[in-house]
C-alpha cells in the first residue's frame, strides 16, 4: 500500500445531489422543491424561527433568568493556581502577568479549590469565606480592594430643578424680590 493509493471505502462517499438536471436525476423540473410558494422560488428565504407571520415561539415564551453584564470582567482563581506562583505578594497585575487570569478581566476572585501551603500575601483581590480562611491558616494575609465608588448618575430633571430654586433661594434669603 501507498499514500497515493489510498481511497476512501467504496460507497462511504456518496456523490453529491445535482438537482434539476433532468429526469433522471431523481431531482428533475421542480428540483425537489415542490410546486409553488415561497420556499420554491429563489431567493425565497425565511429567517429562523419564521411561523408565516404568526407569534414565533421564542417571542411567546416568557423570559427567564438573568445574564450578568459583568460575567466576564470578574475572574476565577483558585488556590492552587496561588500555591504555583512564585511571588508572595499576589495582586491582579501578578495574576494577569502569569497568565492566571486574562488580560481584559477587571477583576479576580480567589476560590477554595486545592490547597495552600504557602504564606501569601493577597492584595486587590477578592477572596471567598473558605478561600480567606484557608489562606490565613496558611499564614498568608488578604487585603480586601475598596468597594467601588457608585457610578454618578446623569444630569437629570432633578438637578435642573435645584439648580432653578438656588438662585431664588438666595435671593429670598438677602431680602430681595422674587423675579417673575
Do not use: Y
Request: glycine share 14%; proline share 7%.
Amino acid at each position: 500500500m501507498r499514500l497515493n493509493d489510498i481511497k476512501p471505502a467504496s460507497g462511504s462517499r456518496p456523490e453529491k445531489r445535482r438537482p434539476g438536471r433532468g429526469i433522471g436525476s431523481g431531482l428533475g423540473k421542480t428540483a425537489g422543491r415542490g410546486h409553488k410558494g415561497q420556499k420554491s422560488r429563489s431567493g425565497g428565504f425565511h429567517k429562523v424561527g419564521f411561523e408565516g407571520g404568526q407569534m414565533p415561539l421564542q417571542r411567546r415564551l416568557p423570559k427567564r433568568g438573568f445574564v450578568s453584564p459583568r460575567r466576564d470582567d470578574t475572574a476565577e482563581v483558585r488556590l492552587s493556581d496561588l500555591q504555583r506562583l512564585a511571588a508572595d505578594t499576589i495582586d491582579l497585575p501578578a495574576l494577569r502577568q502569569a497568565g492566571v487570569v486574562p488580560r481584559q478581566a477587571l477583576r479576580a476572585k480567589v476560590i477554595v479549590s486545592g490547597e495552600i501551603k504557602r504564606r501569601i500575601a493577597l492584595k486587590g483581590v477578592f477572596a471567598s469565606k473558605g478561600a480567606r480562611a484557608a489562606i490565613e491558616a496558611a499564614g498568608g494575609t488578604v487585603e480586601v480592594p475598596a468597594p467601588a465608588a457608585p457610578a454618578k448618575l446623569k444630569t437629570g430633571a432633578k438637578d435642573k430643578a435645584a439648580s432653578k430654586e438656588s438662585p431664588r433661594a438666595g435671593a429670598a434669603a438677602a431680602g430681595g424680590k422674587k423675579a417673575e
